[in-house]
């Protein structure tokens, strides 16, 4: 299996709340089928694409506002 052989927990450690109902929307599973895929239980290509895509903007938006924050630190 694919998810053996990558570590999803520390990917859903990452995401902001709301990450997993974000994931099965967009791949049109549900939420335990979600956390099944992030278990290891459960292995579906719609729901792997899902979670790269929502990983990734959850990086880009977590990098963003560490920037802003950052910034309103800086004198």
């Known amino acids: 299996m694919l998810t053996n052989t990558i570590d999803l ?15 099965a ?27 790269i895509e929502v990983a990734n903007k959850h990086r880009s938006r977590r990098l963003k506002l560490t920037e802003a924050l950052n910034k309103l630190t800086d004198k």
């Open 9 to 23: 927990s520390e990917i859903r450690k990452q995401l902001f709340a709301g990450g997993i109902q974000e994931i």
């Open 25 to 51: 929307r967009l791949a049109g599973s549900s939420s335990s089928a979600v956390t099944q895929v992030f278990q290891g239980k459960y292995e579906n290509p719609e729901i792997m694409e899902a979670i």
